[in-house]
């Protein structure tokens, strides 16, 4: 019995001893830190981002096919722009797929949409997207953009151009990112303006005035003042916004250009051409021909046609670029596709895919692609950086573009747009080949285009 006493005495000592210990041990240690709600809140959101990353790894040969509408050098750029992705990567490989024009690109997605064939990716505008977001073919970039081991950082992510990233969000998730994007820009003849002692448009006024000084008879040919592209019924859109008024709301799918502000706009060009001093491209097919002639003195295009201007130009006038010239304000359409990635492809595709967009538009790699094409750097960080800077001081008509970043504005991305647009050019060229009034065409214009909107909506 003494010795079970004897016993038990000692573990109640080893127990004291211990437990003295470990008290002393705490008191002469620095206090641990308490969290606040806020540390805690943000340590759970950290933990939950890395459990919740991208469990996709590719550790084997993927190729995916980029499905696009370039051409000439702007494929040329994107060829040069792909060897060098594919180059650096061990397993992804990206095989460019040219699909002709863009109407030729929309029919042949939507056909192999039908057929369950989708490439991985593909250059597509906003309102196609819609209408793939609508059927649930594209995938939801933001999981990758916001990944902890593929994504951007959130400074990343800003300094994507702000119009740019907004017409890449669906209801605050992205479903494309910017690729090939340009803006309208006034193309001028120096000579001839130098000639009139003419100063460079600003206004509506200053560019009817400027024209009308130009329009002359010249070495047995008529030289006008301004001109504009055939297919007017995209840069309508620009003076209806100039004007004060709006196009077509994007939320209830109503038709707003037929409007005294619509009809002002409308009124203005087609005033102009009435009277001699613009004209269409007509038979040209584009204005940078007639422009590179010498037999318009100026005319509004787009930034992406620099390249085929100066070809044009080349030996035969002297020119240069500017902003457009602003009405009650200034409102400049940004345009061009994105690239966006189909639900169909594979995890592994989709990766390789959200890989090779990280790599197309990265700062050096739009940069060039804008030097190469007339588009504009999608990033803030290329348009600031001393390359890109030395570039424009060299060659100013490519730094135009980004001066109208504030006034940038882009088409409604609903279903149908471009069949809007369709169903309005018809009756606007009836106004500008003066077989309609104003009134008459954009009533017209309107109702057809309001129709297109709603059958394409089915509503």
């Known amino acids: 019995m003494k010795r079970f006493l004897l016993i038990l005495l000692t573990l109640a000592l080893a127990i004291s001893v211990t437990a003295c210990g470990t008290s002393n041990e705490k008191t002469l240690t620095e206090p641990e830190p308490i969290a606040n709600e806020e540390s805690k809140e943000a340590t759970s959101s950290e933990a939950q981002k890395e459990e919740e990353g991208l469990k996709t790894v590719i550790n084997k040969p993927v190729e995916i096919e980029f499905w696009h509408a370039m051409s000439g050098g702007h494929e040329e750029a994107l060829t040069k722009i792909t060897e060098d992705f594919n180059a650096s990567n061990e397993y992804i490989k990206v095989k460019l797929v040219n699909q002709g024009g863009y109407g030729d690109l929309s029919q042949k997605l939507m056909a192999a949409a039908k057929a369950k064939q989708l490439p991985a990716?593909?250059?597509?505008?906003?309102?196609?997207?819609?209408e793939y977001l609508n059927n649930n073919l594209v995938t939801d970039l933001t999981p990758y953009i916001n990944d902890p081991k593929y994504g951007w950082s959130e400074d990343e992510l800003n300094d994507i151009v702000e119009v740019f990233r907004q017409a890449n969000q669906w209801d605050g998730k992205y479903y494309g990112l910017p690729f090939n994007k340009s803006t309208r820009i006034l193309f001028y003849n120096t000579d001839l303006l130098a000639e009139k002692n003419i100063e460079v448009p600003t206004t509506w006024e200053e560019l009817r005035a400027a024209a009308e000084k130009i329009t002359v008879e010249k070495d047995g040919k008529k030289i006008v003042g301004m001109g504009f592209e055939n297919a007017f019924v995209h840069e309508f859109s620009t003076w209806a916004y100039q004007a004060g008024g709006s196009f077509v709301d994007e939320q209830s799918l109503e038709v707003k250009f037929n409007s005294a502000e619509g009809k002002e706009a409308l009124g203005f060009v087609n005033g102009m051409i009435q009277d001699g001093v613009a004209r269409l491209a007509g038979?040209?097919?584009?204005?940078?021909?007639?422009?590179?002639?010498?037999?318009?003195?100026?005319?509004?295009?787009?930034?992406?046609?620099?390249?085929?201007?100066?070809?044009?130009?080349?030996?035969?006038?002297?020119?240069?670029?500017?902003?457009?010239?602003?009405?009650?304000?200034?409102?400049?359409?940004?345009?061009?596709?994105?690239?966006?990635?189909?639900?169909?492809?594979?995890?592994?595709?989709?990766?390789?895919?959200?890989?090779?967009?990280?790599?197309?538009?990265?700062?050096?790699?739009?940069?060039?692609?804008?030097?190469?094409t007339g588009y504009l750097p999608v990033r803030y960080s290329a348009l600031n950086s001393d390359s890109w800077k030395a570039y424009v001081e060299a060659n100013p008509v490519y730094g135009v573009g980004e001066k109208q970043f504030d006034a940038g504005f882009y088409d409604p991305r609903v279903i149908g747009m471009n069949a809007v647009k369709n169903a309005m050019a018809k009756e606007l060229e009836a106004v500008l080949l003066g077989q309609k009034t104003v009134d008459e065409g954009i009533e017209a214009a309107a109702k057809e285009a309001q129709d297109a909107l709603l059958k394409a909506n089915k509503k």
């Open 121 to 130: 990716m593909s250059q597509a505008y906003e309102d196609w997207i819609t």
């Open 283 to 372: 038979e040209d097919g584009y204005m940078s021909g007639p422009f590179g002639r010498g037999d318009v003195a100026m005319y509004i295009g787009s930034s992406a046609g620099i390249p085929y201007v100066a070809k044009a130009a080349e030996g035969n006038i002297h020119w240069s670029a500017t902003v457009l010239p602003a009405g009650k304000k200034a409102a400049t359409p940004f345009a061009g596709t994105n690239v966006t990635v189909f639900n169909s492809a594979s995890d592994e595709e989709k990766l390789a895919a959200w890989q090779y967009i990280k790599f197309l538009i990265n700062k050096e790699n739009t940069a060039y692609w804008a030097e190469k």
